[in-house]
C-alpha cells in the first residue's frame, strides 16, 4: 500500500545516500592519503581490489557506524520517528514496534549493499588500465 511504501522507501532511500556519501568519502580519501602503500602492493604483484581492500573494509565500517548507533540508542533513549508517527496515528505500540524493528533491519541491509557497491565500483576511477594508481 502507498501508506507504507512511500515512507519506508523515503527512509531507505535517504539512509542509503548517507552511507554511500560516507563510504565514498571514506575510500577516497584514504586512497589519497596513501598512495605509496598501494603503489607498494600493486608493485609486489596485487591487483588494484586486493590493494585497496583495507580502505575498503574501513570505508564499508564507517558508512554503516550512524546505523549502528542509532539502533543502540533505539527504545532506551529515542522513540525512533517512524515509530512515534504511528503511536500519534493511533496503532498499537506492539505494532509499531514490530514495524521499527523490520525498518531498521531494512536500513541496515540498504546502508550495507549501498556501501559495498559504491566502494566495488568507485576505487576503479583511481587505477587505469594497466592496474597503475593514478595521481
Do not use: W
Not at 570505508?59 to 503511536?87: D, E, H, K, Y
Amino acid at each position: 500500500e502507498p501508506r507504507y511504501l512511500i515512507p519506508i522507501s523515503a527512509i531507505l532511500l535517504v539512509n542509503a545516500m548517507n552511507a554511500a556519501a560516507v563510504a565514498g568519502e571514506r575510500l577516497v580519501g584514504s586512497i589519497r592519503q596513501f598512495p605509496q602503500e598501494i603503489e607498494t602492493h600493486l608493485s609486489l604483484g596485487a591487483m588494484p581490489q586486493q590493494a585497496i581492500c583495507q580502505y575498503r573494509r574501513d570505508a564499508i565500517r564507517t558508512a554503516l557506524f550512524p546505523t549502528l548507533n542509532q539502533m543502540m540508542l533505539m527504545g532506551m533513549v529515542t522513540i525512533p520517528t517512524f515509530s512515534s508517527g504511528q503511536l500519534l496515528a493511533g496503532i498499537s505500540p506492539l505494532e509499531a514496534l514490530s514495524y521499527e524493528i523490520l525498518v531498521v533491519f531494512m536500513v541496515v541491509l540498504v546502508n550495507l549493499l549501498t556501501a559495498i557497491l559504491i566502494t566495488r565500483y568507485l576505487y576503479r576511477q583511481f587505477f587505469n588500465d594497466a592496474m597503475q594508481l593514478l595521481k
